[in-house]
């Protein structure tokens, strides 16, 4: 099955740095890469996601590219602020007419120092 | 945009009984559903996936009659922990896709409900 291998575990930047975050994945199949952005307690919120058929995909301050010869896909945030901070996971699936479960990394534990 | 209601947010249960949490989809068809598991600083795991009046599909490892899931109507899924122990403790969060509409990709997520077993 889909295996979603994500780093760093924790990144500590400075306000209005950049924080990249890193996966790949092990099934090539995938074609369905999504990034949540979760608080203590709560459930995982969509911040961005990307398609097989798109190399990049940028949201303001966030992007996601995407590299499927390398099964490799990065999170990438620009001129981060204290709000940010949170636990990120980027996950995979197969989208599909069937169930497409989807498949998270362990997850990386961002701090954006004032 | 879509929305799916989770209950309870939390629950205090003592050892042996039997607890069970909710997922509803507000504004759309549940066509899917998953439910996850997740201990303290790690990430979600599957436990299992369930199609509207399906029985659920679960994976490897996870406990089948210990985790009863229903998935009878297309806007909401049951999770049954029974015979919970202090072990079954943990953050379990649903998620709904509606695969049958076409163009309809997201997973929507539920808030999780954090199970205490004492």
């Known amino acids: 099955g889909e295996n979603v291998e994500q780093h760093p575990s924790t990144l500590s930047v400075q306000e209005g740095d950049s924080a990249v975050i890193k996966c790949t994945y092990s099934?090539?199949?995938?074609?369905?890469f999504p990034w949540y952005k979760q608080e203590l307690g709560k459930g995982p919120q969509l911040i961005i996601d990307?398609?097989?058929?798109?190399g990049e995909k940028k949201d303001q301050r966030i992007a996601v590219t995407l590299n499927k010869t390398a099964k490799h896909f990065s999170l990438h945030i620009t001129e981060t602020q204290p709000e940010d901070s949170a636990v990120y996971f980027c996950?995979?699936?197969?989208?599909?007419?069937?169930?497409?479960?989807?498949?998270f990394g362990q997850g990386t534990t961002l701090q954006v120092k004032p | 945009g879509a929305v799916v209601s989770q209950h309870p947010s939390w629950v205090i249960c003592k050892s042996g009984t039997s607890v069970k949490i909710e997922c509803r989809s507000l504004?759309?068809?549940?066509?899917?559903m998953f439910w996850y598991r997740q201990f303290p600083k790690q990430s979600l795991m599957l436990m299992a996936t369930?199609?509207?009046?399906?029985?659920?599909?679960?994976e490897q490892g996870v406990e089948k009659d210990k985790f009863l899931i229903n998935h009878a109507s297309l806007t909401l899924s049951t999770l049954t922990v029974t015979s919970a122990h202090p072990e079954d403790s943990s953050f379990y969060i649903c998620?709904?896709?509606?695969?049958?509409?076409?163009?309809?990709?997201?997973?929507?997520f539920g808030s999780g409900t954090r199970l205490t077993v004492v």
């Open positions: 998620s709904a896709r509606d695969t049958g509409t076409v163009g309809s990709y997201g997973y929507t």
């Open positions: 099934d090539s199949a995938s074609n369905y």
């Open positions: 990307i398609r097989s058929n798109v």
């Open positions: 996950a995979a699936s197969i989208d599909s007419s069937n169930t497409g479960k989807l498949i």
């Open positions: 504004d759309f068809q549940a066509t899917t």
């Open positions: 369930s199609n509207e009046g399906s029985k659920a599909t679960y």
